[in-house]
Nanobody
Framework: QVQLVESGGGLVRPAESLSLSCTASGFNFARYAIGWFRQAPGKGREGVAC???????WHGDSAKGRFVIARDNAKNTAYLHLYNLKPEDTAVYYCAAGQMDGCRLESHLYNYWGQGTQVTVSS
């Protein structure tokens, strides 16, 4: 059974940091690109960052300079490290897995999705 399980979300204050994890099972994790997406209340889904099977990364505009994506194939886990968080980063964060050349933040390219983890940034 394919599963992606996100964890690490929570309530933080502005300028604080948070690390999200995405643990996979049921498929060959190392052969899939991993993407992180988020959806804020009342808004559409937004691509945040992705990492390819060869560790190439791409960060969306909202993530550049503040978020870092990584993966550990030995642990079947991907990470999204969030720094200097802002209230506008409040959203449900989802990880997804897909097979593609490199990685791209296009949701239709991803086959498997997690259930999401809530990140709330508020003073």
């Amino acid at each position: 059974q394919v599963q992606l399980v996100e964890s690490g979300g929570g309530l933080v204050r502005p300028a604080e940091s948070l690390s999200l994890s995405c643990t996979a099972s049921g498929f060959n994790f190392a052969r899939y690109a991993i993407g992180w997406f988020r959806q804020a209340p009342g808004k559409g889904r937004e691509g945040v960052a992705c990492i390819s099977t060869t560790d190439g990364t791409w960060h969306g505009d909202s993530a550049k300079g503040r978020f870092v994506i990584a993966r550990d194939n030995a642990k079947n886990t991907a990470y999204l490290h969030l720094y200097n968080l802002k209230p506008e980063d409040t959203a449900v964060y989802y990880c997804a897995a897909g097979q593609m050349d490199g990685c791209r933040l296009e949701s239709h390219l991803y086959n498997y999705w997690g259930q999401g983890t809530q990140v709330t940034v508020s003073s």
